[in-house]
């Protein structure tokens, strides 16, 4: 009889540990399974700040890409004013040297 409840014992003995063990080995798969979540997350973040970073980059190189094309159009037409007035002021002169040449006969 004694061998008969020792041997009882010893079975809730042996089934309490494998429930245990079977709660510890769901205990680590839920924490896995967490971890793991929180890196796809993490990775997730990363990505998404690269992206705007990236995009942030295009939209700078983009602006300084319009800034200079309009300070070269600016340069240009200051340049063509110049030529300009610089070619009005050569016709104007050749006036004037033609107007004093005439006067200078008569």
Same mark, same amino acid.
């Given at each position: 009889?004694?061998?008969?409840?020792?041997?009882?014992?010893?079975?809730?003995?042996?089934?309490?540990?494998?429930?245990?063990?079977?709660?510890?080995?769901?205990?680590?798969?839920?924490?896995?399974?967490?971890?793991?979540?929180?890196?796809?997350?993490?990775? &997730?973040?990363?990505?998404? !700040?690269? *992206? $705007?970073?990236?995009?942030? =980059?295009? %939209? /700078?190189? #983009?602006? +300084?890409? @319009?800034? &200079?094309?309009?300070?070269? !159009?600016? *340069? $240009?037409?200051?340049?063509? =004013?110049? %030529? /300009?007035? #610089?070619? +009005?002021? @050569?016709?104007?002169?050749?006036?004037?040297?033609?107007?004093?040449?005439?006067?200078?006969?008569?």
């Amino acid at each position: 009889r004694l061998a008969a409840v020792a041997a009882g014992e010893a079975e809730a003995e042996t089934a309490r540990l494998a429930a245990e063990a079977a709660a510890e080995t769901v205990r680590l798969a839920v924490e896995a399974r967490l971890a793991a979540e929180a890196k796809a997350a993490e990775e &997730a973040r990363l990505v998404a !700040e690269a *992206a $705007a970073e990236a995009e942030t =980059a295009e %939209a /700078a190189r #983009l602006e +300084a890409e @319009q800034k &200079a094309q309009q300070e070269a !159009e600016a *340069a $240009a037409a200051a340049a063509a =004013a110049t %030529a /300009a007035r #610089l070619q +009005a002021e @050569q016709a104007d002169g050749g006036f004037h040297q033609r107007r004093r040449q005439e006067q200078q006969r008569e």
